[in-house]
């Protein structure tokens, strides 16, 4: 034997003695449970190697950690005892390979009995909390978690509140004394509901459903534990009188009994002869995990035959009866090497963990979506930390928390980065409106960053060029989705030596014939087909010109739609056209401070903020000056300012034939001038604008005793506002 060997023991004592408390005491295990497992894998090959290094403490010396002392002391009658586990041999090339350990539990039992093909019983293995439930007279008396195995914890009070544990036996002929043994366990939905209302009002989220089970029977108040749905699924019966006899003569048989007596058990109990009945088991609960309501880490087989148990017996910590089929982790750790930044088609910024490539659940996960700033710091994730990545089922893989004992020396919070990597531009910070009043704003608790390079960032290319195009923006016909999507990625125009692709709308209006032809070419070769026909040529030349001609008409614009035209976030074409009015020319809307920009009526604090970051990245007023210098042009007119709100906050009805302005016209300046114009008279409404043929509307007027103005006096009002 080596020091080495004789270190190492001692440090996986240690380590392992911490997780067990973490783990038990805690119910806050800081590794994944296969992690901990290869530990004391670790520890019991050491240990059989040399014996003389097993101690008495030793994690692998008992069940499990001793119980937090906040509860009272129960002794088990009976022992509670733990399962072997065993994995697949995932290296292995074929099944006899990969289930050698389950052939070896079979095979020992098929030696040891004498039997060909013995019979199990095959049941889930849920991830829960084990559970001893005491009955007396057919009364629930008493329930203890596991503990140490011998001794555990009376969490009586709590149980009471899990509405599957019977508090009264049903039907008849059950023993005076009975021990019922299961698995207390959240449900999955439960679990993902408790944990988004934690998230909401800022409290500790809960690692995983078993967590959430643990946590939630160490209540102290009862009444706590009520509030959070769990479930229990019984897995086993004894006779704490006799406990040399058993319920009857097979385990599955005691099962039936157990749901006669209303006990509930997993629907998914069954049973399974020899090796390849297992196989076949573990194989259909493998395929049906993610769908089942709550998690299982694997499935459980159990000698159905009392008498084969009793002749098998136990070894320190385990039946030799039964073993654990465990399936492959969900969770494992792994090292983040960094964060990356992706700009998505709108410019929204979302960080992406660079991991170290680890296997999880059976596939390589390397880069992993965190969401947005919020889930970073909520996290607490660093560069260089141990993270723990989860992947169940179609789930997209997460990281669901971090190692903090295994933090390098001298991390730093993690910062989000100020600038776009694509681009260059600055990232802006934007918090979603939730409510919006005139006075106030209230905002998402969320945070989301976003590239300010709008019109130049390629990231955002497509997106921009296609709301560039839009009918009621520039009105490009015929430049849509797949034609934006080919001048992106394909190499069309070219430059000196190089081809490039394009790179901002102002590129669009330097196009040139041939440009055109040649991205129909790529495009075809790209997608298999072979413009070899002249006929061909001719059909992509008319083509190509009748875009030209659709791009060049696009430069006689208008302020507004070229406004509209730019994709500022939140500027739409009601506000882009108060913009137009307002300044009269695009020079005095780039120039417009925030305090300008908010004067306007209908522009908000926050979007008065996008129009200004807009402008001021550099990387957009040079897009503005290529457009313009590439002939896009629209008439500049005087400033329209409108006093603010000459009828702000008014509520006008507008009734009878008016003969100089048609209804729409009167509507539209009425609403400029600030006036909501509503179809009914009502107390709310301030006054009623009425032609001849006038009716009911003004009889209401009158009646109500509302102002009523006559088409002259609105005319008169309405030139009194212009400036
Ligand atoms: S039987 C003597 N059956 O797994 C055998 N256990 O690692 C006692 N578990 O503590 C356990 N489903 O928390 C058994 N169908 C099942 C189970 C099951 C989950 C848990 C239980 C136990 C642990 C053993």
Redesign the pocket.
């Known amino acids: 034997m080596t020091a080495n060997a004789t270190q190492r023991a001692e440090q996986l004592r240690a380590e392992l003695a911490e997780h067990n408390y973490r783990y038990h005491v805690l119910d806050d295990p800081s590794i994944p449970d296969a992690e901990y497992d290869a530990l004391l894998r670790e520890l019991i090959a050491l240990e059989t190697a040399h014996p003389e290094l097993q101690t008495e403490d030793s994690p692998t010396q008992r069940v499990g950690a001793s119980g937090s002392r906040d509860f009272a002391e129960v002794e088990h009658e009976i022992p509670?005892?733990?399962?072997d586990?065993a994995f697949d041999d995932v290296s292995a090339s074929d099944d006899t390979g990969r289930f050698a350990a389950i052939a070896d539990f079979v095979r020992r039992i098929t030696t040891r009995l004498g039997l060909a093909e013995p019979e199990f019983s095959v049941?889930?293995?849920?991830d829960?909390?084990?559970i001893s439930l005491a009955y007396e007279q057919g009364v629930f008396v008493r329930g203890a978690t596991?503990g140490d195995g011998t001794k555990g914890e009376d969490v009586t009070a709590n149980l009471r509140t899990i509405k599957t544990i019977p508090l009264r036996l049903r039907g008849s002929g059950w023993p005076q004394r009975l021990e019922v043994?299961g698995?207390v366990y959240m449900p999955r939905a439960a679990f993902e509901a408790y944990n988004a209302k934690a998230r909401d009002s800022g409290e500790k989220t809960l690692a995983n459903p078993r967590n959430g089970a643990a946590g939630s029977l160490r209540q102290k108040d009862p009444q706590e534990t009520a509030k959070r749905p769990l479930a229990f699924y019984a897995?086993?019966v004894y006779l704490p009188a006799t406990p040399e006899q058993n319920l009857g003569e097979r385990h599955s048989a005691a099962l039936a009994q157990l749901r006669e007596w209303g006990f509930p058990v997993s629907p998914e109990v069954d049973t399974a002869r020899g090796l390849a009945g297992l196989v076949a088991y573990y194989r259909r609960i493998g395929e049906r995990r993610d769908g089942l309501p709550y998690d299982i880490d694997g499935v459980?087989y159990?000698l159905d035959d009392y008498a084969g148990q009793r002749q098998m017996g136990f070894v320190s910590r385990?039946?030799r009866w039964?073993i654990?089929h465990k399936f492959p982790a969900q969770e494992q750790s792994t090292e983040l090497l960094g964060i990356d930044i992706q700009i998505g088609r709108t410019g929204a910024a979302t960080p992406v963990a660079r991991l170290k490539p680890v296997q999880v659940a059976g596939v390589t996960v390397s880069n992993v979506t965190l969401h947005n700033a919020d889930q970073i710091s909520r996290l607490d994730v660093r560069i260089g930390d141990s993270v723990i990545v989860r992947r169940a089922g179609d789930v997209i893989p997460e990281i669901v928390k971090i190692v903090p004992e295994r933090r390098p020396e001298g991390a730093v919070p993690w910062q989000f980065p100020t600038a776009c990597p694509v681009c260059g531009s600055a990232l802006e910070r934007v918090q979603k409106i939730k409510k919006q009043t005139k006075s106030e704003t209230i905002y998402e608790d969320s945070v989301a960053w976003v590239c300010s390079g709008g019109l130049f960032c390629p990231a955002q290319r497509k997106e921009s060029l296609f709301h560039f195009a839009a009918r009621r923006a520039m009105d490009i016909e015929g430049l849509g989705g797949e034609i934006i999507d080919d001048m992106v990625e394909l190499p069309f125009l070219r430059c000196g030596e190089d081809a490039h692709s394009l790179r901002s709308p102002a590129d669009l209006y330097l196009l040139q014939l041939d440009d055109l032809v040649e991205l129909r070419r790529l495009s075809q070769e790209r997608s298999g087909n072979v413009p070899e026909t002249v006929k061909k040529g001719k059909v992509a030349t008319r083509w190509a010109e009748n875009l030209l001609e659709a791009i060049a008409k696009s430069r006689a614009t208008t302020l507004e739609r070229f406004l509209f035209a730019l994709g500022i976030r939140d500027v739409g074409e009601s506000t882009a056209k108060a913009l137009a009015r307002w300044f009269g020319n695009l020079d005095a809307v780039m120039a417009a401070s925030l305090d300008e920009l908010r004067a306007i009526p209908d522009v908000g604090p926050v979007v008065a903020g996008r129009i200004s970051a807009f402008f001021a990245e550099a990387h957009n007023r040079e897009v503005i000056a290529a457009l313009r210098a590439a002939g896009v042009h629209w008439p500049d007119a005087p400033p329209q300012r409108i006093a603010e709100g000459a009828l702000a906050g008014k509520t006008v009805v507008l009734t009878g034939t008016l003969e100089a302005l048609s209804r729409d016209e009167a509507k539209e300046r009425l609403e400029s001038l600030g006036a909501k114009v509503s179809g009914s008279v009502s107390k709310k409404t301030d006054f009623v604008v009425a032609g001849p043929g006038a009716g009911s509307k003004l009889e209401k007027a009158a009646e109500l005793g509302i102002e009523v103005w006559d088409e002259a006096r609105l005319l008169a009002f309405l030139a009194e506002q212009l400036p």
């Open positions: 509670m005892l733990s399962l586990n049941e889930p293995k849920l829960g909390l084990a596991r043994r698995e897995y086993a459980v159990k385990a039946p039964a654990a």
